[in-house]
């Protein structure tokens, strides 16, 4: 199995080839250049560089949202396209689940964040012991006061990833006990977790069809609203 994943949920991008559960490579880029102009340049130096051609590729995974909307669109778009052409299974995933995966060393309570604006978060939390991972919460959108009451219900040690974790920490870290902020490179969501990810979902046997492949948003958008 070779999964080429693309994340472009926020303001960094990257994309990714796992195979089996190796990571062959992975490029990031955090330097606010257009992600539909950068994406599918990434994808195409990576496959070179690990001396790859599109046709070794098994399958293909985004993260699927929640996230910014636009970013959240040119990744579904690109993993459909990539996929349609060849054909393969096209999985998206959960934002919040893949950027658990930078924080898999760390025994306790992970809290995904984003900053969703409008004075909330979209969040999961994650109970993690010995490297595997256990859902606890849905992916929601919710205030900080509401993830603040809630956290204060876990007495094990707790870390913030994500786009949203200084956010989070900076409001949460007095109320909430045994609050830690993940490092800056372990904090942003990644491609590689994206493609582990997929990698468990494809394992399941489940077939995964780009057409039916749709952006997760979590709400509406300010134009949907008002």
Not at 56 to 78: L, M, Q, W
Not at 93 to 102: D, P, Y
Not at 136 to 162: H, Q, W, Y
Request: proline residues 3%; glycine residues 8%; charged residues 20%.
């Amino acid at each position: 199995m070779r999964i080429l994943a693309f994340e472009t949920s926020a303001k960094a991008a990257s994309a990714a080839i796992l195979e089996e559960d190796r990571l062959l490579g992975e490029t990031c880029l955090n330097c606010g250049q257009t992600l539909s102009r950068t994406l599918m340049k990434m994808a195409d130096d990576l496959l070179d560089n690990c001396g790859l051609t599109p046709g070794d590729i098994t399958a293909v995974a985004c993260a699927a949202g929640p996230g910014s909307f636009t970013g959240v669109r040119i990744g579904v778009a690109a993993a459909k396209g990539f996929a349609w052409g060849a054909q393969l299974p096209c999985v998206g995933v959960s934002t919040l689940e893949a950027m658990a995966q930078q924080a898999t060393e760390f025994d306790g309570i992970i809290c995904c964040a984003m900053d969703a604006r409008r004075q909330q978060v979209y969040n999961a939390l994650f109970s993690c012991h010995g490297g595997v991972l256990t859902r606890l919460t849905e992916d929601r959108a919710l205030s900080l006061e509401e993830l603040a009451a809630e956290l204060k219900n876990f007495e094990k040690p707790k870390i913030m990833v994500g786009d949203g974790a200084q956010l989070c920490y900076n409001t949460l870290s007095e109320q909430v006990p045994g609050c830690r902020l993940a490092p800056e490179h372990q904090r942003m969501q990644r491609a590689s977790g994206v493609a582990l990810c997929a990698r468990r979902l494809l394992l399941t046997g489940a077939d995964f069809d780009g057409a039916a492949l749709e952006p997760n948003y979590l709400r509406l958008s300010q134009a949907e609203r008002e």
